[in-house]
């Protein structure tokens, strides 16, 4: 057998395409291929910390049986790597799969979208923001060459901005991928433009969050968005885990607000606690009850859906509301029956987590 010599000048191309594919979202796109659990290890990040105070759910043993054994074969055959269910503050139920378990990282996904909601009511708590009829461009005013003059803070939280925006993970030209692999959000986020008047339809995009999380950055004034999640949220919660959210890039990098909290099952539920108690935590008013009403209500007025307010989904006439991520992450809520479930997955799986939240809600 001849052995063909090695081409030093062939290698080099491939090492300069490999290069070069890694410093661009296409190259990202085709070198990580599909969002995945493990997101939260390929992008750079700012750190949230564990503070020194830590809330911690009381918690009873799963209760063994035919059923519960049956259920646990459900989500471990779907996909599902974490699974809490918290009734009246108490874990009735907690199991991981997949080999993860209590300390394993998981990316929020979409649910970020649900947490930002939540800091800008903050702000708007605290006069950062004036109100949420303000016209997004107060904040980002090169939009306005955009047409974004018209568009309001509301229309953000709502998806009713009539942002044209393709978000379609599996075209690595989409807007969506750009944002999620791209090393540059606020050059992308220039680019911008509307596809139709807002305030006419419900159209969930990814792009709205994004632009709202650069709204809320310019609100604080230099302060970065992480560190106000840390002082909102993270230490008064009491958190039991260290956490991050990814950011585009390390230098001056913008967090990914339409994704990409990067935390613990149990941390994660202890969001859902916080608007399932109206906005307060043992005695604190961490945002208002009256923002915590507005962004969970059952409506469709000015163009909104009835199954999505401020950043959360609401997936019935109940009062119940959720935050939702790709492949599978659900922080449940319903305040009625004082219950929170909290699901992670690498993927949905081949079940309708949101009927099955509602079903189990139904027997408590």
Known sequence: MIKRPINIRNIFLLCLLISTLGSCSLGRFIVFNFADANDHKKFPKRALGKPEKTFYFAKRPNKQSPAIDSFEYILESNKTVAFLVIKDDTITYENYFNKYDTASIVPSFSMAKSILSILVGCAIDEGLIDSIGEPMTNYVPELKKNGFDKVTIKH??????????NEGYFNPFGHVATFYYGLNLRKNIKHLKLKQAPGESMDYVSGNTQLLGLVLERALDGKKLTDYLQEKLW???GMEYDASWSIDRKKNGLEKTFCCINARARDFAKIGRLYLNKGNWEGQQIVSEDWVR???????????STGYQYQWWI???????MAQGIL????YVNPKKNLIIVRLGKNYGKVSWRNSFLQMAAKY
């Open 156 to 165: 953000l939280l709502q998806m009713t901005s009539g942002l044209k925006f």
């Open 315 to 321: 997936p019935s006439a109940n009062g119940d509301f």
């Open 294 to 304: 507005q962004s969970t209500q059952f409506d469709n007025s000015e163009g909104s």
């Open 235 to 237: 230490t008064p919660l």
């Open 328 to 331: 599978g992450q659900y922080i």
